[in-house]
């Protein structure tokens, strides 16, 4: 559901004129475990210590009238640490959601008492929950359910949950 969610939304903007970069900025490194998986889809330069590295992968490609659909992955980066990089802030699309603030737009439902928590356990768990397609959707007239995928349920990312006494429904 997230890769499925994430290349959507990447491809539509691809489809825009102009639209050859998107700069992705993660402060919080949350999204690691799912940029290896795109990279099929997109040509994914990820930071690696230097933004000097990065704008040179890009403007070599550019130089030699390539146009591959550049995702910039820049792991504990935000907007404010951005120096070499700054213009492409300007030329590109900028995502810089946290995985609970995606899944939120996406209308996955999880009990908001339980966002400290989530912050924590999502980066670790997004390399399972990548490919799952089974979330549970906010329903218009329901307020709380769960984040976790049904096939999940018990496991949580291989580690076996002790019993709560709460059903399924009831969030996590």
Known sequence: MLLQELRAEFNEYFQLPGGQLILWLDPGVQWRGVVPQLTGDF?????????????AAVELAWARKERPRFVLYLPGLSAVRLNVLKEYEFCGKVYEESILQALRRWDVEFDRAHEPELEKI????????????NFRR??????SATLWPRNLEGRH?????RPSGRSSSQGI
């Open 43 to 55: 040509q994914v330069v990820t930071y690696q210590g230097s933004q000097l590295e990065v704008k």
């Open 122 to 133: 999502l980066p670790i768990a997004v390399r399972h929950l990548a490919h799952c397609g």
């Open 138 to 143: 906010r329903a218009p007239t329901r307020s």
């Open 157 to 161: 990312c291989g580690i076996q949950s």
